[in-house]
C-alpha cells in the first residue's frame, strides 16, 4: 500500500512537471513567470520526495524480510532478490532525481539569461523521458517487492522463529 502511494505521488508530479513544461512554453509575459516557477518547484519537491521515500522504503522492507529470512530460516535468495530490486532501481532513481534538480536550478540561469533557453528545453526533455522510464520501473520493482513480501508473510504465518 507505501508503495502505491509513493508511486502516486510520482506520477502526480510527473504531471506537474510536464504541466510546468507546457507552461513554459506558453509563456509570453514575463508575469506568467511565476506560474512556471511554483509549478517546477512543488513537482520538483514532490519528484524528490517520492523517489527518495521509494528508496528508504526498499531499504526498510529489504531489513524486514532479511530478518524474517534469519527468524524463521527461509531461503537467503529472497535477501539476494531484495538488493536486486535495489540495484535496478537506485541508478534510476538518483538520475531523475538529479536531472529533476538541475533543471529546476538551471532554470535560473536562463530567467536571468546567464544561459540559453534551448539548454533548459532540452534537459526538460531528458528530465521528462528519465523520469517516465524510471516511474515503470519503479512500478514494476515495488510490484515485485510487494509480492515478495506476501509470499514471506505467508510462509511464515503460524510457523514459530527458528532462534
Aim: aromatic share 10%; glycine share 10%; hydrophobic share 50%.
Amino acid at each position: 500500500m507505501m508503495g502505491r502511494a509513493l508511486l502516486t505521488v510520482g506520477w502526480v508530479a510527473t504531471v506537474g512537471f510536464l504541466a510546468s513544461g507546457v507552461q513554459g512554453y506558453l509563456i509570453e509575459p514575463r508575469e506568467a513567470l511565476g506560474l512556471h516557477l511554483l509549478l517546477g518547484l512543488t513537482s520538483t519537491f514532490l519528484l524528490l520526495f517520492s523517489h527518495s521515500w521509494i528508496m528508504f522504503y526498499l531499504i526498510g522492507t529489504g531489513k524486514a524480510l532479511k530478518q524474517a529470512v534469519a527468524e524463521h530460516g527461509l531461503p537467503e535468495e529472497i535477501v539476494e532478490e531484495t538488493k536486486r530490486f535495489k540495484n535496478d532501481s537506485y541508478p534510476w532513481l538518483m538520475l531523475a532525481m538529479g536531472l529533476a534538480m538541475a533543471t529546476f536550478i538551471l532554470a535560473g540561469g536562463v530567467a536571468t539569461r546567464v544561459l540559453p533557453v534551448w539548454s533548459h528545453n532540452i534537459l526538460f526533455f531528458v528530465t521528462l523521458a528519465v523520469q517516465l522510464k524510471t516511474l515503470v520501473l519503479e512500478h514494476r520493482v515495488l510490484e515485485a517487492n510487494r509480492r515478495l513480501m506476501a509470499g514471506v508473510s505467508h510462509d511464515i504465518a503460524g510457523r514459530p522463529a527458528k532462534r
